[in-house]
């Protein structure tokens, strides 16, 4: 993914100290929310301290420049987001905020952002000006536990789909731009109930499951292969199905681009990468 | 309040019922349209069902703005017809941010709930668009599309809903700034735009200046945080970047 600069300075990381993010317990929020439902409420609370002045000077805004904390979310899947509190920076603070469950998606980005306050006149050349400038950036991933937190498997009729009533599986991808985690699914046809069974974990696996994952890799890398254009300049955000198709793809050696060309040139060397790529991935049966 | 979770349709039951809508009329379609579908699915997480009375006023509602416009006739208006719907939808269909970002739960409404209004809004001759029925993307979905606008763009008056904001955009307009979600998914800084728009004078064509407005302001979105600001600063960022695109057009093109 590639990100525009800001036209201004902005502070270096290591000049602020971010608790996390904690939960009412004083536990770290966790990435994968497990029982979350749409009443939960999260309290969450989380301390910044920093010193003002090294900051003012890294960003090279004047003394009277006055900054903020601003912490909001952001759903990742229709990218509807909110704001979670705006408070200002003094310098040790400690931030406490409320995240309703029915405001969040399946995977929804919680921003801790450090930005000026409002504008000022006398600041130097290179400084940020506008009010809400960003200068200094934490992100924690949220994804709410439910149907849409994995790669979902769902138990299909084929022949009543529409698909071919003969074929075990297929995957069924949203655009690009939509979350891996929501955005696709992985279809089992019900006549194959080997193949459920080994999946659901109610038959015997008997090297099934390890050789259903090592096609869906596969299927994953012709995918990144068909969309090569729109891949290789990918300005999505982290987390969609085509930024991870193009994590992916880019485990080949040269990348996306010469996998492609792999594909029309040579399919039977293609074939033998993608297997590798997808075998040093983690999915399917190691040699 | 009680949540309410609306049915779900996987895309590839959408798609299958679409094939098969293709060789169906008007009349044909509404006698497809049901409150339940044997594939249907819920969110699993808490909160009550819709029931099919529910389901059912959602379907009359739809059902009773298109007839304003001329259903089953082709519609007079289509653009006034989808700023009559939203408000109305929005009203009928209360959901919680995570189910309306369900494209699902939008497949479940376009494909088994309202088939004859959608193809009476959309397709004209051979040209069907399957994002109007499947949904991929909510800003471009037949239902999707309306239920986020007016969430986004309406508020709700002790008489009913304001719906100034919407009803002052073209379609066009409206999808300059929806369609690019960093300004349309953030409500106080799409609400600011709308109003600065509405207060400018902009000379000459009007159009080219919402969507200029509109990449100025997603260029400033990649640095400024626009949850960290008040309406005031919105107005202002919002002013800034209509009077650039304002000044872009009166400026003569390069030799």
């Known amino acids: ?287 | 309040m009680t949540t309410i979770l609306w049915p779900r349709l996987p895309q590839y039951v959408g798609r299958s019922l679409v094939k098969g809508y293709r060789s169906m009329s008007t009349e044909e379609l509404t006698k497809q349209a049901a409150v339940s579908h044997s594939e249907q699915t819920y969110a699993s997480s808490g909160g009550v069902r819709a029931t099919p009375q529910q389901l059912r006023a959602v379907r009359d509602v739809i059902e009773q703005v298109a007839k304003s416009h001329g259903f089953p006739d082709p519609p007079t208006d289509p653009v006034r017809f989808d700023r009559d719907l939203a408000p109305a939808l929005l009203d009928v269909m209360p959901m919680v941010d995570g189910e309306a970002l369900n494209r699902d739960v939008w497949t479940f409404t376009a494909t088994v709930l309202a088939p004859d209004i959608t193809y009476w809004r959309f397709v004209r001759g051979e040209s069907w668009n399957l994002e109007r029925w499947v949904c991929t993307d909510r800003t471009r979905h037949m239902f999707a599309r309306l239920w986020w606008q007016a969430r986004q763009l309406t508020t709700p008056t002790e008489s009913g809903r304001d719906t100034a904001l919407l009803d002052s955009l073209s379609e066009s307009e409206l999808n300059h700034i929806t369609e690019r979600t960093s300004i349309g998914g953030c409500a106080p800084l799409a609400r600011a735009l709308v109003r600065r728009l509405m207060a400018a004078q902009i000379p000459g064509n009007r159009r080219e200046v919402v969507r200029n407005s509109c990449l100025l302001l997603l260029r400033r979105m990649a640095f400024v945080d626009p949850y960290a600001l008040e309406d005031d600063d919105l107005d202002r960022l919002a002013d800034a970047a209509i009077s650039a695109a304002i000044d872009g057009l009166s400026r003569p093109e390069r030799p």
């Open chain 1, 1 to 287: 993914m590639t990100a525009a600069a800001p036209p201004f300075v902005t502070v270096p990381v290591d000049l602020v100290e971010f608790s996390g993010w904690l939960t009412s317990s004083g536990d770290p929020l966790p990435e994968l929310l497990e029982d979350w439902d749409y009443q939960t409420r999260l309290e969450i609370h989380g301390s910044v301290s920093t010193d003002l002045d090294a900051v003012k000077s890294a960003a090279l805004l004047g003394n009277q420049a006055k900054l903020s904390w601003s912490a909001s979310w952001r759903n990742l899947d229709g990218r509807v987001g909110g704001r979670a509190t705006v408070e200002p920076a003094t310098g040790n603070d400690v931030l406490v905020f409320t995240l309703a469950g029915d405001r969040l998606g399946p995977i929804t980005d919680l921003h801790l952002r450090l930005v000026l306050a409002e504008e000022t006149p006398t600041s130097s050349p290179g400084s940020a000006q506008l009010p809400g400038s960003i200068l200094w950036e934490h992100t924690h991933r949220l994804i709410t536990a439910g149907e849409a937190a994995r790669f979902p498997v769902e138990i299909v009729d084929f022949e009543s789909a529409g698909l071919d009533p003969d074929a075990s599986w297929t995957l069924d991808v949203d655009d690009l731009e939509r979350p891996v985690l929501g955005g696709l699914r992985l279809l089992l046809n019900s006549r194959d109930t080997a193949l459920v069974a080994a999946v659901t974990g109610e038959g015997d696996a008997n090297g099934i499951v390890t050789a259903l994952h090592e096609r869906v890799g596969a299927a994953m890398l012709d995918l990144a292969v068909r969309h090569v254009d729109d891949l290789i300049d990918w300005n999505g955000d982290e987390g969609t199905i085509g930024a991870s198709l193009r994590q992916l793809a880019e485990r080949a050696d040269g990348g996306l681009r010469r996998l492609a060309e792999l594909a029309s040139s040579n399919p039977a060397q293609y074939y033998a990468t993608v297997a590798g790529i997808v075998r040093r991935s983690g999915l399917g049966r190691r040699p």
